[in-house]
């Protein structure tokens, strides 16, 4: 029997790779270029199956292709907000994702972010590097503390009570947390509050976690406004969930206190703002990249594509 073709628009770990010719023809990004609009429609229309990335829009121009051939498109990620669910529902075109395995992963990013920031590790790195620092000072590069504050974390799932538990047991802080449903039997402490604004209005660090796609975002320009002056966003969910516009001006303003961010609104690109304000600690989309979580995150788009081709029990099917 010919093997189903698949594309993949990125590299991907070698173990991955193996595990894709084992038992599929495949095309392999070997360069690791990101695909064109035109090539993510060619892709889907000259194959049986897509591997993409939360980096890859894929549009209803280009599911909608009257030449189209691809019956599923394996993400490479947990969101799918890259993807028009919608239109491939309506078509019928199966999308699956990679959930679980990259939870602690991103969370520890998480981690790392309320550090940095609270402590202001990115500014003093910089004048470390930069030849600027003149040695101990009792009153200089200080930050704040973290223990007893208040996390506020703005959705409770798998991610979201990864970071709760490794910020309570790690660094003694309280949780709260606002989720569109009920969340219940936390094997930890965390109390969750009516709305947003409570959140927002009682956290000293305020770290997101819901999926993007959403037709506005989140945290807008009067959300801001709510928070603390002394508070710390993190985002280390999707771009499109807060108004990026509307955080610089809070940042510079001292509306808030900083910022960490792992995500952008238009990613790769970055508002050189950012790059300007000492406020801030920015990584480029690397919550979950580690090695034994982008092969996990791997294995698991491999056998949902085999699933589909071969025996129909997809471990993460979103449609």
């Not at 038992?23 to 990101?34: A, E, G, K, M």
């Not at 620092?133 to 996390?151: H, M, N, P, Q, R």
């Amino acid at each position: 029997m010919q093997k189903p073709e698949i594309i993949v628009t990125r590299a991907v770990p070698d173990a991955v790779a193996k595990a894709l010719t084992d038992h599929f023809s495949v095309s392999l990004n070997l360069n690791d270029i990101p695909f064109s609009e035109r090539e993510l429609k060619q892709a889907l229309e000259s194959a049986d199956g897509l591997i993409c990335t939360v980096s890859d829009q894929i549009t209803a121009d280009i599911i909608s292709s009257t030449e189209r051939r691809a019956s599923i498109i394996s993400n490479f990620g947990v969101g799918v907000s890259n993807i028009d669910v919608n239109c491939c529902q309506k078509l019928g075109l199966v999308v699956t994702n990679t959930p679980n395995v990259l939870t602690h992963a991103t969370a520890e990013i998480a981690l790392f972010l309320i550090l940095a920031v609270s402590r202001r590790t990115t500014y003093s790195e910089t004048k470390l590097r930069n030849n600027c620092w003149k040695g101990f000072s009792i009153v200089e590069d200080l930050g704040v503390s973290l223990a007893g504050k208040t996390l506020g974390i703005v959705g409770m799932g798998r991610i979201g009570q990864a970071t709760a538990e490794k910020v309570i047991n790690s660094l003694g802080m309280k949780v709260v947390f606002f989720n569109r449903s009920p969340v219940k039997d936390l094997s930890f402490r965390a109390v969750q509050l009516d709305t947003l604004a409570e959140v927002l209005t009682c956290a000293d660090v305020v770290s997101i976690h819901a999926p993007g796609g959403t037709k506005e975002p989140i945290l807008k320009r009067e959300h801001f406004a709510m928070m603390k002056k002394t508070a710390f966003l993190i985002n280390t969910a999707r771009g499109d969930v807060v108004d990026q516009r509307a955080l610089i001006n809070a940042l510079k303003t001292s509306l808030i206190s900083g910022a960490g961010l792992d995500v952008y609104l238009d990613e790769p690109k970055v508002p050189n703002e950012l790059f300007l304000l000492d406020n801030v600690t920015l990584l480029p989309h690397i919550g979950s990249a580690t090695c034994e979580t982008r092969e996990a995150m791997g294995m698991l788009a491999v056998n949902n594509l085999k699933a589909h081709f071969f025996d129909g029990n997809y471990p993460s099917r979103i449609i």
